[in-house]
């Protein structure tokens, strides 16, 4: 009954502080795991009580280790364990063998996070652990078992070796009392009392469990930490804000209200930041007479009825000598490359045999999916004005070449150079 009742406050008091909450408030936390299990063997020693004639060796006993441990921090955590020892004689000590069966709770300090090692080191890590143990002793002359209560203490120095796991070197020591029968199976030489001596060294692993990168005790979510990293925060912030209120393509619209940032210089914007585009065929309205000047439109077919001056256009297409650039991540042609879509529009009115298949390329910078679409995207922004030129659809195909790594990713003059379609003249 006794036996019963040590372990189940022992199962309370772990469950209390396993459920206990921790300050998750501030956001400068890390996120880590939480749960780990501890396994080790090792060596023991037995110091007392022995009976008249019997000794066990030093440190000559096979210890073996497993428990389950919670952070409710990276400071503090709480663990409940198993241990078995079996001791033997030793030298100048009659013949005996005595099993020891130990559970243990106890909480749990990270000496690392508490007193900053992780400022130095990111591979070295201390524990220390303490709390109550229940043994049951085992003997092999038939005695009856002996049920002991006791403490146990220890430190757990740690090398971590990934994220998942740390080699541990566990050194715990124990103290029993209520000792009634002799560790050797035999009577005790004197009345029970705080007598009983256990030492234990062991080596192991760690095992950490989760989904996160980390696990409590190597995080160092320390008060200078947590400073810094707000620090960081407020200056993202103030960097943020001072981006958002920049005027990147001089429209008169800041950043943050701006929802094309990319606007062709010196063209009206409505409220947003966006070019007025009354008609929606994604010409801005004042870029129109331009256009109608340098495209060939179906009113304008009259003025290509011979081939003088642009028989050097499908050479120099297929060379790709003739291409139409783009502004950084958008659809929208520069305003110089309208000449090369001009020239096509020309060539196909003067030889209405002739098809283009329309290729469109994006630079390096940024996710790969997200260029190949965009590729594909600016290619169809060249059929459809080509279309609306007066050259009919089914002369016209269009395909996104993905991303081009021909030139340097860090040149900005020569990532210009790539955001482009291409014409293939047949």
């Given at each position: 009954?006794?036996?019963?009742?040590?372990?189940?406050?022992?199962?309370?008091l772990?469950?209390?502080?396993?459920?206990?909450?921790?300050?998750?408030?501030n956001?400068?936390?890390t996120?880590?795991?939480?749960?780990?299990?501890?396994l080790?063997?090792?060596i023991?020693?037995?110091?007392s009580?022995?009976?008249?004639?019997?000794?066990?060796?030093?440190?000559?006993?096979?210890?073996?280790?497993?428990?389950?441990?919670?952070?409710?921090?990276?400071?503090?955590?709480?663990?409940?364990?198993?241990?078995?020892?079996?001791?033997?004689e030793?030298?100048?000590?009659?013949?005996?063998?005595?099993?020891?069966?130990?559970?243990?709770?106890?909480?749990?300090?990270?000496?690392?996070?508490?007193?900053?090692?992780?400022?130095?080191?990111?591979?070295?890590?201390?524990?220390?652990?303490?709390?109550?143990?229940?043994?049951?002793?085992?003997?092999?002359?038939?005695?009856?078992?002996?049920?002991?209560?006791?403490?146990?203490?220890?430190?757990?120095?740690?090398?971590?070796?990934?994220?998942?796991?740390?080699?541990?070197?566990?050194?715990?020591?124990?103290?029993?009392?209520?000792?009634?029968?002799?560790?050797?199976g035999?009577?005790?030489?004197?009345?029970?009392?705080?007598?009983?001596?256990?030492?234990?060294?062991?080596?192991?692993?760690?095992?950490?469990?989760?989904?996160?990168?980390?696990?409590?005790?190597?995080?160092?979510?320390?008060?200078?930490?947590?400073?810094?990293?707000?620090?960081?925060?407020?200056?993202?912030?103030?960097?943020?804000?001072?981006?958002?209120?920049?005027?990147?393509?001089?429209?008169?619209?800041?950043?943050?209200?701006?929802?094309?940032?990319?606007?062709?210089?010196?063209?009206?914007?409505?409220s947003?930041?966006?070019?007025?585009?009354?008609?929606?065929?994604?010409?801005?309205?004042?870029?129109?007479?331009?256009?109608?000047?340098?495209?060939?439109?179906?009113?304008?077919?009259?003025?290509?009825?011979?081939?003088?001056?642009?028989?050097?256009?499908?050479?120099?297409?297929?060379?790709?000598?003739?291409?139409?650039?783009?502004?950084?991540?958008?659809?929208?042609?520069?305003?110089?490359?309208?000449?090369?879509?001009?020239?096509?529009?020309?060539?196909?009115?003067?030889?209405?045999?002739?098809?283009?298949?329309?290729?469109?390329?994006?630079?390096?910078?940024?996710n790969?999916?997200?260029?190949?679409?965009?590729?594909?995207?600016?290619?169809?922004?060249?059929?459809?004005?080509?279309?609306?030129?007066?050259?009919?659809?089914?002369?016209?195909?269009?395909?996104?070449?993905?991303?081009?790594?021909?030139?340097?990713?860090?040149?900005?003059?020569?990532?210009?150079?790539?955001?482009?379609?291409?014409?293939?003249?047949?």
């Open positions: 009954m006794k036996k019963i009742t040590l372990l189940t406050s022992v199962l309370l772990f469950a209390f502080m396993v459920n206990a909450q921790e300050d998750t408030s956001s400068s936390y996120e880590y795991n939480k749960w780990s299990i501890d080790g063997v090792g023991g020693t037995s110091s009580p022995f009976s008249s004639g019997y000794n066990s060796g030093e440190f000559g006993d096979m210890v073996y280790n497993l428990s389950g441990r919670y952070m409710l921090n990276d400071k503090v955590g709480v663990r409940a364990g198993v241990m078995f020892t079996t001791i033997n030793g030298d100048n000590s009659l013949p005996f063998s005595t099993d020891v069966f130990t559970l243990t709770g106890e909480g749990v300090l990270n000496l690392g996070s508490i007193l900053n090692i992780s400022d130095f080191t990111d591979t070295f890590n201390l524990l220390a652990h303490g709390g109550v143990q229940r043994s049951t002793f085992s003997f092999d002359n038939g005695a009856s078992n002996d049920n002991t209560l006791g403490f146990i203490v220890g430190l757990t120095p740690q090398i971590k070796l990934s994220d998942n796991v740390a080699l541990n070197i566990d050194g715990s020591f124990m103290g029993n009392i209520m000792q009634d029968i002799a560790i050797d035999n009577a005790r030489p004197m009345p029970s009392g705080f007598d009983g001596w256990m030492a234990n060294i062991t080596a192991g692993v760690s095992i950490y469990l989760g989904d996160n990168d980390q696990h409590a005790d190597w995080v160092g979510n320390t008060t200078e930490n947590m400073v810094e990293e707000k620090m960081g925060g407020f200056d993202n912030k103030l960097a943020m804000i001072e981006s958002g209120m920049q005027d990147t393509d001089k429209d008169g619209v800041p950043n943050y209200l701006d929802k094309e940032s990319n606007t062709t210089a010196g063209v009206a914007v409505n947003k930041g966006e070019a007025i585009d009354t008609n929606q065929n994604g010409v801005p309205d004042e870029l129109e007479s331009s256009l109608t000047e340098m495209f060939v439109t179906k009113e304008y077919i009259a003025e290509t009825t011979s081939g003088s001056g642009v028989e050097a256009v499908k050479p120099d297409a297929n060379d790709d000598l003739v291409n139409v650039y783009f502004k950084f991540d958008s659809t929208q042609p520069e305003y110089y490359s309208l000449d090369a879509i001009s020239k096509i529009v020309k060539y196909m009115r003067v030889y209405p045999e002739a098809n283009a298949v329309l290729t469109g390329y994006s630079d390096q910078i940024g790969k999916a997200y260029n190949n679409k965009l590729s594909e995207a600016r290619a169809k922004r060249v059929y459809d004005i080509v279309v609306a030129a007066g050259i009919d659809a089914s002369r016209l195909s269009y395909k996104g070449g993905g991303v081009d790594t021909s030139v340097s990713k860090d040149s900005e003059a020569a990532r210009q150079m790539v955001r482009r379609v291409s014409f293939q003249l047949k």
